[in-house]
């Protein structure tokens, strides 16, 4: 299975700021990415797709790029209601998701 | 809008089978397939395979592959997971997720979950 390794594991930052979560696949995925927020009791939800595609209605602060195999996901001027954990799941082959990466305020 | 609702939580002894329930609504049906996603407590989501809403066509996670069925009923639009064997590690809340895209594609819409436990 391809291994997604996402760093930090979790964060805290300030309204305003900016928060930068990084995700490292084992091998060439392609832009085969998405990005997902969770909320306590809720199921994921789809932000991200194909590596830095913005799923409709989704804010644009939150963007998503790739350098080769390293995946980053950025959230540019961080809200209240981000606070969440964050994954990164690739489907280039059967689907793995990230360790997560909660984020506070 | 897009919906989907499924089954309630359940609790079943080691050796014993589940049934969980996602029925969709407010798109064509055949026209996304449906994937099943679990997470176990304070884990990361688990990809456990879909179902075509097309043609009923199904693909596994290995990991789960005599255990789990997947299965569509399309006169009510209703797709239905089924684990057999279960043991304490299949603990889990169960999701039921709209899969778009081709490949093993994008979750975009997901249902609220069925937490299934496993106790004896």
């Known amino acids: 299975d391809i291994q997604m390794t996402q760093s930090p594991s979790s964060l805290s930052a300030f309204v305003g700021d900016r928060v930068t979560i990084t995700c490292q696949a084992s091998?060439?995925?392609?832009?085969?990415l998405n990005w997902f927020q969770q909320t306590p009791g809720k199921a994921p939800k789809l932000l991200i797709y194909d590596a830095s595609n913005l799923e409709t209605g989704v804010p644009s602060r939150f963007s998503g790029r790739r350098s080769g195999t390293t995946f980053t996901f950025t959230i540019s001027n961080l809200q209240p209601e981000d606070v969440a954990t964050y994954y990164c799941?690739?489907?280039?082959?059967?689907?793995?998701f990230g360790g997560g990466t909660k984020v506070d305020i | 809008q897009v919906h989907l609702v499924q089954s309630g939580g359940d609790v079943k002894k080691p050796g014993a089978s589940v049934k969980v329930s996602c029925k969709a609504s407010g798109y064509t049906f055949d026209s996304y397939g449906i994937a099943w996603v679990r997470q176990a407590p304070g884990q990361r989501p688990e990809w456990m395979g879909w179902i075509s809403g097309y043609n009923g066509n199904t693909d596994y996670a290995q990991k789960f592959k005599g255990r789990v069925t997947m299965t569509t009923d399309t006169s009510t639009t209703t797709v239905y997971l089924d684990l057999r064997s279960l043991r304490p590690d299949d603990t889990a809340v169960y999701y039921c997720?709209?899969?778009?895209?081709?490949?093993?594609?994008?979750?975009?819409?997901w249902g609220q979950g069925t937490l299934v436990t496993v106790s004896s």
């Open positions: 799941q690739q489907y280039d082959r059967l689907p793995t």
């Open positions: 091998q060439d995925i392609g832009n085969f």
């Open positions: 997720a709209r899969k778009r895209g081709y490949s093993y594609g994008h979750l975009d819409y």
